[in-house]
C-alpha cells in the first residue's frame, strides 16, 4: 500500500486523511481531498500497487480496524 501512495505522489498527510470513499481501485485513482492549500486533486497509481492495495484492503485492514475502539472508522490507514 505503501508503494501505491508513493507511485501516486502522496503526501504523508494526504494519506493520513484518505477515506474508503477515495479509492475508485476500478479506475486506479484515489481522490485527495485534503491536500496542499485545501484543494481537491486525483492521483493516478499502477496496476501492482492497486493490487497491493486490494490485498491490504482485503486481507490486512480489518485486522487493524478491529483493534480501534469505538465508532466504525472509514479511514484507509486504520
Known amino acids: 500500500m505503501l508503494g501505491r501512495l508513493y507511485a501516486s505522489?502522496?503526501?504523508?498527510?494526504?494519506?493520513?486523511?484518505?477515506d474508503?470513499?477515495?479509492?475508485?481501485?476500478?479506475?486506479?485513482e484515489l481522490r485527495i481531498r485534503h491536500g496542499k492549500g485545501d484543494r481537491e486533486r486525483i492521483a493516478?497509481?499502477?496496476r501492482e500497487a492497486i493490487e497491493a492495495m486490494r490485498h491490504y484492503l482485503g486481507d490486512g485492514?480489518?485486522?487493524l480496524a478491529a483493534?480501534?475502539?469505538?465508532?466504525?472508522?472509514t479511514a484507509v490507514l486504520t
Open 9 to 18: 505522489g502522496t503526501r504523508a498527510g494526504e494519506a493520513q486523511a484518505l
Open 67 to 73: 483493534k480501534n475502539t469505538g465508532k466504525p472508522d
Open 20 to 28: 474508503l470513499a477515495d479509492l475508485a481501485l476500478e479506475d486506479e
Open 61 to 63: 485492514r480489518h485486522v
Open 44 to 46: 493516478l497509481g499502477g
